[in-house]
Antibody, heavy 118, light 107 residues
Framework: QVQLVESGGGLVKPGGSLRLSCAAS????????MSWIRQAPGKGLEWVSYISSSGSTIYYADSVKGRFTISRDNAKNSLYLQMNSLRAEDTAVYYC???????????WGQGTLVTVSS | DIQMTQSPSSLSASVGDRVTITCRASQGISNYLAWYQQKPGKVPKLLIYAASTLQSGVPSRFSGSGSGTDFTLTISSLQPEDVATYYC?????????FGPGTKVDIK
């Protein structure tokens, strides 16, 4: 069965960095686009970034462009999000999600909480 | 960027009621629209893609329609387990933005 397991969240001071990881299993990871989507406490969903199956195509939300870097290692079935220059408004649960070839995100991890606070 | 709006922002209905949620795109997106259900404290779940195609395993009381800029999600007979926030998402082009959500609860 498809599983996505995020890790790497935690408490970080403003201006600090964190690297999130997402371990994928149960499907051919290298065949799928993957996304990071976040949800601030009590708020709606915000798409953050996606990466193509080969890693050659990447997009970022304007809110994180220049600060966050998405990457993947298909040999390790893993997705990453390097987050630098973190701000209080980056506080959220970060979900790793598989992009369905038919549209939308069909599998989501349980999420990892990132808290940016002094 | 194309903006997504939803209405209403919340609604309360009785068990068995027909419930309709509207999603509107600021520009045409053909049928590149998905709907998600997020129950309290849970992970979002894909309900519908391509505006009207039900994801595998989703109960048939859920349906979607629309094309271009105006879309609807309908629950034909509201059940207690449908209490959730529902989000639309456009995916015709980057960024694949979400609507603000519609919270549904039981009257």
């Amino acid at each position: 069965q498809v599983q996505l397991v995020e890790s790497g969240g935690g408490l970080v001071k403003p201006g600090g960095s964190l690297r999130l990881s997402c371990a994928a299993s149960g499907f051919t990871f290298s065949d799928y686009y993957m996304s990071w989507i976040r949800q601030a406490p009590g708020k709606g969903l915000e798409w953050v970034s996606y990466i193509s199956s080969s890693g050659s195509t990447i997009y970022y939300a304007d809110s994180v462009k220049g600060r966050f870097t998405i990457s993947r290692d298909n040999a390790k079935n893993s997705l990453y999000l390097q987050m630098n220059s973190l701000r209080a408004e980056d506080t959220a649960v970060y979900y790793c999600a598989r992009d369905s070839p038919y549209g939308g995100n069909d599998y989501w991890g349980q999420g990892t909480l990132v808290t940016v606070s002094s | 960027d194309i903006q997504m709006t939803q209405s209403p922002s919340s609604l309360s209905a009785s068990v068995g009621d027909r419930v309709t949620i509207t999603c509107r795109a600021s520009q045409g997106i053909s049928n590149y629209l998905a709907w998600y259900q997020q129950k309290p404290g849970k992970v979002p779940k894909l309900l519908i893609y391509a505006a009207s195609t039900l994801q595998s395993g989703v109960p048939s009381r859920f349906s979607g329609s629309g094309s271009g800029t105006d879309f609807t999600l309908t629950i034909s007979s509201l059940q207690p387990e449908d209490v959730a926030t529902y989000y639309c998402q456009k995916y015709n082009s980057a960024p694949p933005g979400f609507g603000p959500g519609t919270k549904v609860d039981i009257k």
